[in-house]
């Protein structure tokens, strides 16, 4: 190269220094002097890209001006994969992350309209044939909704994308409720119209599953990892990197973007995690619903604010609760092998979790309508074996309870309950004395012999 053209190639490195310099360091000049001018008509003819290049497209036709103003002003979500040269061509692979819209609409008939931006599902309703993006969130969804499922009968497939089995996909999720959903959806909620004051409880469960899944890289239980990320206004941050704090930062990325997150998750987590424990989840979920629960029975009158989605009174978070006990039930019976200790122990305490949240409800104790322990447990004298059948199936991880389920004994005695329930209740306490005598190796507890009815001897009919 000759002096001449070295010192041109050199300013003009400089020149494109210096625009790039300025270009980062100030407040985009050239979206500025566009709007400089409120008379200019025409828009401004060079395009800064999202590598800070800038542009110049008078010379081309209207329509490749706008299509170039499009992908800069809103650049495809695309990330290079790989390249590679094969013989005499260069070849890039990228992947692109491209948003779609997918809604379920009520209709008038008692059917829903779901209608997919992607437009490949022309019509509405059943008019058109439903797109890969209705098959892919319908199908999340019932895993979601469906309390029954045995995963030993294949569900029945309609023409329009959705299990049979699921019913009416909008009127599923009206009495399901999207916020209980959200969670099992890895979801946010936007905007959920938190009357009931649990915006704070969807942004908490979103921390605490982006900690789940850090507490795996380190072997580590999610209760003991770094409790100061417990906070919820993690959420909605700017600046996703904090300085100096590697864990902060990626638990920020996880919650700003979820196809990390679903990315972090596929490499990280592994069946034993707490982020991939069916069982802690629907522990989780049962924690969900009883809030709402609770909030209603507060102050009922609230609820006439969320008319698409069925009040969370007595009868729905009934239906959740046996919902979940039925999958636990399922988990139980419905396995290719028998279920390891640890998931024993996890069924055992999501069990008895959901027993003592139960118990202690019992409010209101003249009102049927609004009192969970009555629904579930002491309304009437039936054949009623509410969680103790399945305790009964795990007698070794549900004796590590066993002092526990004494206390909650005692409370249902105190309650009043039937008499088919209390005397069930009474023989199982018998049979894990025995299994805890016989696991630790014929040892005793002081009071074992003692008559294990006391002053619950027989129980009090609740009039």
Not at 54 to 73: C, S
Not at 269 to 294: E, I, N, T
Request: with cysteine; proline share 4%; net charge negative.
């Amino acid at each position: 190269m000759s002096p001449t053209s070295q010192s041109a190639f050199h300013t003009g490195l400089q020149s494109y220094d210096c625009l790039d310099s300025t270009l980062q360091d100030s407040s985009s000049d050239l979206d500025s002097c566009s709007d400089e001018s409120e008379d200019e008509d025409e828009l401004s003819m060079v395009i800064q890209s999202p590598t800070k290049l800038a542009y110049d497209i008078h010379r081309l036709p209207q329509k490749e001006q706008d299509a170039v103003r499009d992908v800069f002003g809103e650049p495809p979500a695309i990330a290079l994969q790989q390249c590679r040269l094969i013989d005499n061509t260069y070849a890039f692979q990228m992947t692109e992350l491209v948003t779609q819209s997918v809604r379920i609409r009520a209709n008038g008939d008692g059917s829903s309209c779901m209608t997919c931006s992607c437009g490949r599902n022309e019509g509405e309703g059943d008019a058109g044939e439903p797109c890969s993006h209705l098959f892919w969130l319908l199908d999340r969804l019932t895993k979601q909704m469906l309390y029954d499922y045995d995963a030993r009968t294949p569900l029945t497939m309609t023409p329009a994308g959705f299990a049979e089995e699921l019913g009416d996909p909008f009127t599923a999720i009206a009495e399901h409720h999207l916020d209980v959903l959200s969670s099992g959806l890895h979801c946010q909620v936007i905007d959920p119209e938190s009357i009931y004051g649990d915006e704070g409880d969807l942004a908490s469960h979103r921390v605490q599953e982006s900690r789940e899944l850090l507490a795996a890289v380190y072997g580590m239980s999610p209760d003991d990892f770094r409790p100061d990320l417990c906070e919820q206004r993690l959420l909605g941050k700017k600046k996703v990197v904090k300085r100096n704090d590697l864990d902060c930062t990626v638990l920020r990325m996880l919650l700003d973007n979820p196809h990390f997150f679903r990315y972090f998750q596929s490499a990280v987590s592994r069946p034993q995690d707490a982020v991939s424990d069916a069982l802690r989840k629907l522990s989780q979920r049962v924690d969900r619903v009883l809030r709402r629960f609770d909030a209603y029975a507060a102050d009922a009158a609230c609820a006439e604010r969320r008319s698409a989605e069925t009040l969370p009174d007595v009868s729905w978070a009934a239906k959740h609760i046996n919902g979940c006990i039925k999958l636990i039930r399922n988990c139980i019976f419905t396995r290719n092998r028998p279920l390891q200790p640890s998931e024993e122990d996890a069924a055992a305490r999501t069990l008895v979790h959901i027993l003592s949240a139960v118990v202690s409800r019992n409010h209101d104790v003249f009102r049927t309508e609004r009192n969970l322990y009555l629904r579930l447990i002491g309304d009437a004298d039936r054949d009623a074996d509410f969680v103790l059948a399945e305790l009964g199936l795990i007698p070794e991880a549900a004796s590590q309870h066993l002092h526990t389920l004494e206390a909650i004994f005692e409370d249902i005695g105190s309650h009043g309950a039937p008499v088919g329930y209390f005397e069930k209740f009474k023989a199982l306490l018998g049979r894990l004395r025995g299994t805890r005598r016989r696991s630790s190796g014929g040892l005793k507890r002081q009071g074992d012999d003692e008559d294990d009815g006391g002053a619950f001897r027989e129980s009090k009919r609740m009039k």
